[in-house]
């Protein structure tokens, strides 16, 4: 599932027709993706239009058109944005194309957990301001994250780290990433922080989002080899700091991968 620097790359990939008119759309209806979105609004409002710009926060994406049309997408589990050359057919699972003299704008989706919202209105949508700060904001800061553990204090942090109201754009990787390098074991009920703990959150948190966005958001490059990624989902996956063998569990519904020396479980 694409999480917040994946979901940059996605967005980047209709960059080439930022300026350009519209000329046409094409879309399926039917298909859930647009659930709570009239299908027949978004053609006759988008057509003819340009497109302005379009910002990601999180797992979300938000593309602005003129004469105040805004399109929302999350992506979901498998959605995908592209270019192609002007004169693109469609195929089953292109879902949503914005059709341009030089070249068409595509949403594909084969699973269709993802989502096309639209909105025409002279601001942004109310559903695009909801939500917590983003985690490059000032506002995700020790105060914000000590206020969000405690309020899901019973909760295993692994779950917490992946609430999108708290953790934005956080998904299961990134967040078995973060633990691992903050130290603590993912299966610690978020209110049982020490003080030490949440302050390496904190800053693990920026840090992987930082750098999970410099380098996958360009151009999807690999993060570095010493990043548990590359382990996690081996079978006879390794922590990168001393070798020895991970764990593997599901915790808050998520295949959970850690390693016990690492992050071991704190006794106060
Ligand atoms: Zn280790």
């Known amino acids: 599932m694409p999480e917040l620097a994946e979901v940059e790359f996605f967005r980047k990939q209709w960059d080439p027709g930022l300026g350009r008119k519209i000329a046409a759309v094409q879309l399926h209806p039917r298909k859930r993706i647009f659930r709570g979105s009239d299908p027949r609004k978004i053609v006759e409002h988008l057509t003819g239009r340009r497109l302005l710009r379009s910002h990601a926060r999180g797992k979300r994406m938000l593309f602005e058109f003129s004469g105040g049309n805004w399109i929302g997408i999350h992506l979901g589990m498998t959605g995908k944005l592209r270019t192609e050359p002007a004169g693109f057919r469609p195929e089953k699972h292109d ?19 993802g989502r096309v919202r639209f909105h025409h209105g002279r601001t942004e949508p109310a559903w695009w301001r909801a939500g917590g700060p983003e ?12 206020g969000f553990l405690d309020r899901h204090g019973r909760a295993p942090i692994k779950a917490v780290v992946l609430m999108q109201n708290g953790f934005s754009g956080i998904g299961n990787w990134m967040a078995d990433e ?7 074991a993912p299966s610690v009920l978020a209110g049982a922080l020490s003080s030490a703990q949440r302050a390496r959150l904190l800053r693990e948190t920026r840090f992987v989002a930082s750098e999970s966005l410099r380098i996958i958001g360009p151009n999807f490059s690999d993060p570095p080899a010493n990043w548990l990624i ?12 001393h070798r020895s063998a991970l764990r ?5 519904g998520r295949t959970t991968a850690w390693c016990p020396r690492c992050q071991k479980i704190i006794i106060r």
């Open 95 to 113: 879902h949503f194309v914005l059709q341009q003299t030089r070249q068409a704008l595509v949403f594909r989706d084969a699973r269709l957990f």
């Open 135 to 146: 985690i490059s904001s000032d506002k995700f800061d020790r105060a914000f994250l000590n």
């Open 178 to 184: 973060i633990l691992w390098r903050a130290k603590i």
């Open 230 to 241: 590359h382990q996690k989902w081996k079978r006879d996956g390794v922590c990168p700091r």
């Open 248 to 252: 593997k569990g599901t915790i808050g």
